[in-house]
């Protein structure tokens, strides 16, 4: 069983309930902390094995990068340290599993270490994804066996820094469902049992004792999940045999991911349920891209056409030039690709704001609407919400706090559940 003689005032605040915020894009972390200094919340900011790693991940980044720019970040906004916790999601081989379990294994561990030894508390472990010539489904054993393996690469290097894990090894798909609609279905509490079982019998095997008392949650299939055009909300019912589970492991919590794009009262349902850890990402840079395009169409209408930045038509541009971000996620005719590309709720396209080019158009963009007035007439067409802000004083019309304010009206329901 989980054992419960372990706690922390960190362990404390995350089986409370928390939302986390999993992006490596600069603007989402500074809205993000501009919100939990406002709401008094903690900020937790995680990062992805994708995003960030020893090789730079699709970010250009590595862990000790990521934690000073997020530290920066909170100072610049007089955060307090003790409100941020750092986290690292799914951890594990899958960045390099082409090149085989061997290697992707060992480039984990170290990965791991990295993290750790970058003060990020709370790390996710993730062997679940198979590495090229495995299976497509990884026998929980197997699963249990690499968590660990990452684990004591974790421990290995800790000292004296408390570090939380998260286990499972029925984790959604980073970045949404490959799945059809109707496909989903919720984990069993019989294979959730078989998860924690396999996964202690693991630890305890590597000598692990003292980390596996350290770990907060588990990963499971609530039942919600987004994919390219589809939704699938909570349903809180499906979910009560997993939530009457609890009861039977002290301090155990589940962590739920893919929260992404679902309604306000879900986050509450899923807190209530034991899912006190609210996973949210592509939602989040899906706003910000929302925010960005209607800033363009508002730019058309101010700025003469020699000046426009061509924010949307440089990213097409950009996608259709390196498909590798999104190619094996979207599929149809041309015109659905078109589609797809932009409005995807998978959101790929924030694979490529770090792009030397979109840099430059977004650049653009922000310098021509800060140079001008922005008419309240066009915020109230095209960004609505911000423009009830205006309107009675909280938000100022310009691009930034524009944008800031889009991301958080997406967070909103987030801090609001565990308030």
Known sequence: ????????????????????????????????????????????????CNQVNQDGGYTGVTPINFREEVEAIAKKANFPMERLLLGGDHLGPHPWAAQGADIAMEKAEEMVRLYVLAGFTKIHLDASMPCAGEEALLS?????SRAARLCAAAESVR?????????????????????????LKVTSPVAAVHAIETHREAFQRKGLHNAWKRVLALVVQPGLEFANDHIDDFVV????????????YPGLI?????????????????????????????????AMRQALFALERIERELIPAEKHSRLRETLEKLMV?????????????????????????????????????????????MENLEAVTIPATLISDYLPLQFEKIRAGMLAPKPLPLIFDAIRQALRPYSDAVA
């Open 321 to 365: 030039e390196h498909p590798g971000y999104w190619k094996s996620h979207y599929h149809g005719s041309d015109d659905e690709l078109k589609i797809q590309r932009v409005h995807s709720y998978s959101d790929r396209i924030r694979y490529y704001w770090n792009f030397p080019e979109s840099q430059q158009a977004v650049a653009l963009l």
């Open 237 to 248: 019912d499906e979910a009560k045999e997993l939530t009457k589970l609890l009861a039977s």
């Open 159 to 183: 000292e004296q820094r408390e570090i939380l894990y998260v286990v499972g090894t029925e984790v959604p798909t980073p970045g949404g469902a490959l799945e059809e609609e109707g496909q």
């Open 1 to 48: 069983m989980i054992e419960s003689t372990f706690s922390s005032a960190t362990a404390s605040r995350l089986r409370s309930g928390i939302y986390s915020v999993c992006s490596a894009h600069r603007w989402v972390i500074e809205a993000a902390i501009e919100h939990a200094a406002e709401t008094g919340q903690t900020a937790l900011i995680e990062a992805t």
């Open 140 to 144: 929980d054993e197997l699963i249990a």
């Open 254 to 286: 589940y962590e739920a991911h893919s929260t992404d794009y679902q309604q306000p009262k879900a986050f509450v349902q899923l807190v209530h349920s034991g899912f006190r850890i609210l996973k949210v990402g592509p939602a989040l840079t899906y």
